[in-house]
């Protein structure tokens, strides 16, 4: 029998399924109460319809983009995840050798496995480093100022968590982290505990600060040195006070369906957002983001550029750092077919009027 290599994205899910736990896979694959958000992130964008143009020049199409002072050859970032160790053995070392291969930015987790000093040893392209914000500011700092020491490009401020989602699968599963296995960049904070829980099921958890406000933005925008993204805004008003608190960037996502259930699916979500922004400042998206053509939905709808989040998570589960890399470059190859076909030779032409209203 041949060995089949995934030509697709899709095709990489069942082979990380195989590769993994249980509980891992749950982790990985679940959302939040009865999905519905995780669904809809897929469907809705689906049923946009793409209403392509005819006999343009394209012969060649550019997908480079300058993001927030970073030079990238494509307009698709891998989002932060989390407890990557509990995917495959080498978790987000494989992730960032493959980023790096790819070409693709690497968004480290404040809940990575592997310690962003490690990380950026073994970085060969770009990095964001996502923040949860401690309870604990001093060392919420000292985070910040290790991953301006490691060279990341930009913080990713994630707003949208101020208790976990009702994650059934991973409190069926009582998801935990198996010895060996820690929260490494959190090594230090009084709330990391060697073999303490890593998952609450509840309003309360010790990696995460319910009491934030807007004053945290206000606080993180003052002490960085880098550009802050807000990322899991859905609303207008929302991505207009971040805008006006400093927020470099504004990332439009339901954390992949995963936090609260029945919120829009991203893509419908985006425009709202964009509209608002009104291209002050690049507007991300994540949450369902699959095929090429998904890609150039979302630029159509006013996104700079779009995140990934389980696909490469599939990639990794299933053939470490090579699975992320080639994860990443069937996309773009799709996106730069995609573009082609709806005649667009560069990402400036790839505009609303791509879209067909339903
Ligand atoms: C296993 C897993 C872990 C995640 N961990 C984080 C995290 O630590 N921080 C964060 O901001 N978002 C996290 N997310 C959300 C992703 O950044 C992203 O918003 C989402 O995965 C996009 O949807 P998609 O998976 O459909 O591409 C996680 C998502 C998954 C699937």
């Known amino acids: 029998m041949p060995v089949t290599i995934p030509v697709n994205l899709h095709e990489y899910e069942p082979l990380a399924r195989a590769a993994m736990s249980d509980m891992a896979w749950e982790y990985l694959a679940g959302g939040s109460g009865d999905e519905c958000t995780m669904a809809w992130n897929r469907e809705r964008l689906d049923a946009v319809w793409l209403w392509p143009h005819v006999l343009r020049d394209v012969s060649s199409v550019n997908t480079r983009l300058t993001l927030l002072g ?5 307009p698709v970032l891998l989002a932060p995840t989390g407890f990557q160790r509990l995917f495959h053995r080498d978790g987000e070392l494989a992730t960032v050798r493959g980023a790096g291969a790819s070409g693709a930015l690497y968004t480290l987790s404040t809940a990575a496995t592997t310690s962003l000093e490690d990380i950026a040893a073994a970085a060969t392209g770009q990095l964001w480093f996502q923040m949860y914000v401690q309870r604990d500011r001093g060392f919420t700092l000292e985070l910040v100022r290790r991953a301006e020491a490691a060279g990341c490009r930009a913080l990713v401020l994630t707003v949208d968590t101020p208790v976990l989602g009702a994650r059934d699968r991973d409190h069926r599963n009582q998801l935990e ?3 060996g296995l820690e929260l490494a960049n959190l ?3 009084a709330a990391h505990v060697a073999g303490g829980p890593t998952f609450v099921h509840g309003a309360s958890n010790p990696f ?4 934030l406000t807007w004053d945290a933005l206000d606080w993180l925008v003052s002490e960085a ?8 805004v859905l609303r207008a008003d929302d991505a207009v006070r971040a805008l006006e608190r400093g927020a470099a960037a504004i990332a439009v996502s339901n954390h992949g369906g995963r936090n609260l259930d029945t919120v829009p699916a991203a893509i419908d979500a985006l425009p709202v957002v964009a509209e608002a922004v009104r291209g002050r400042v690049p507007v991300l998206m994540d949450g369902g983001v699959r095929r090429g053509v998904d890609v150039v939905k979302a630029l159509a709808l006013g996104a700079t550029a779009v995140m990934i989040g389980r696909p490469y998570l599939w990639g990794l589960g299933a053939a470490g750092a090579e699975g992320v890399e080639r994860v990443v470059r069937l996309l773009v190859t799709e ?3 995609a573009m082609a076909q709806c005649g667009s030779a560069s990402l400036a032409e790839v505009t609303r009027d791509l879209l067909r209203p339903l």
């Open 70 to 74: 970073v030079d990238l050859p494509f």
């Open 177 to 179: 982290l198996p010895p």
């Open 187 to 189: 090594r230090g904070l």
């Open 208 to 211: 995460l600060d319910p009491s």
């Open 225 to 232: 040195r880098l550009p802050v993204v807000v990322k899991g």
């Open 335 to 337: 996106l730069e077919m």
